[in-house]
């Protein structure tokens, strides 16, 4: 059974700052899709970044950005030039097919002004 | 364009008890699936359904059953509650029952609380 592992239950980053958060994972899979959500105060998930395991490029979207390490089974988020409004809870998953995305424990961003 | 709506957003039960759960997928979106979260935890996959037919399950027990309907809507069912059962209860609607890397559209959830 595939596990996603997020070693990080809580993080800080001053404002404006760089924050990298970590997630691993187990597969025998080789194609797979990767994503990364945010769970605000008001629960709902909203998508951050995803990324395709035949994708070798990693994925950017603006301020977020990952680093896929497909032989390591690893995919951190960047978050650049962290704002107050990035404060969640942030959510490694993984998904094969269908809607059933293995989410990890979660890691909870703190920002501070 | 109308996006995913939880009913009821809190609800209390007592053990024993049944609990249906509402979920309005976003417009067009054909596949439903229900995540549990318990406090402190990522979701769980609890299962999803695509054009009325459960097309997936996780490791829940019969007591969690649901319906989809021919508007899409659906519903998750739990029997007999358990305090374990206490948790937020996501649905997640999108396109395809196989969309890849398709965006999952998430509701706000339903946070149920067993006593």
């Known amino acids: 059974a595939q596990t996603v592992t997020q070693s990080q239950p809580e993080m800080s980053v001053q404002e404006a700052e760089t924050v990298t958060l970590s997630c691993t994972y187990d597969?025998?899979?080789?194609?797979?899709?990767l994503f990364w959500y945010k769970q605000p105060p008001s629960r709902q998930m909203i998508l951050v970044i995803r990324?395709?395991?035949?994708?070798?490029q990693n994925a950017t979207e603006n301020r977020f950005s990952v680093n896929f390490q497909k032989a390591a089974k690893s995919f951190s988020l960047k978050i650049s030039d962290s704002q107050l409004g990035d404060a969640a809870m942030y959510f490694c998953?993984?998904?094969?097919?269908?809607?059933?995305?293995?989410f990890g424990a979660g890691t909870i961003l703190r920002v501070k002004s | 364009e109308t996006g995913v709506t939880q009913s009821p957003t809190h609800l209390i039960k007592t053990r024993g008890q049944q609990v249906t759960l509402r979920c309005s997928s976003q417009?067009?979106?054909?596949?439903v699936s229900w995540y549990q979260q318990a406090l402190g935890q990522g979701p769980q996959f609890i299962f999803q359904?695509?054009?009325?037919?459960?097309?997936g399950r996780g490791n829940f027990p019969p007591r969690f059953s649901g319906l989809q309907f021919p508007n899409y809507s659906s519903e998750l069912n739990v029997n007999a509650l358990e305090l374990d059962d206490s948790a937020l209860y996501l649905c997640?609607?999108?396109?395809?029952?196989?969309?890849?890397?398709?965006?999952?559209?998430f509701g706000e959830g339903s946070r149920l609380t067993v006593l």
């Open positions: 997640a609607s999108s396109l395809s029952r196989t969309s890849g890397s398709g965006e999952l559209f």
């Open positions: 597969t025998s899979e080789s194609d797979y899709y």
């Open positions: 990324q395709e395991a035949y994708k070798q």
């Open positions: 998953a993984y998904r094969r097919f269908g809607n059933k995305l293995v």
């Open positions: 417009s067009g979106h054909n596949t």
């Open positions: 359904y695509y054009r009325e037919e459960e097309n």
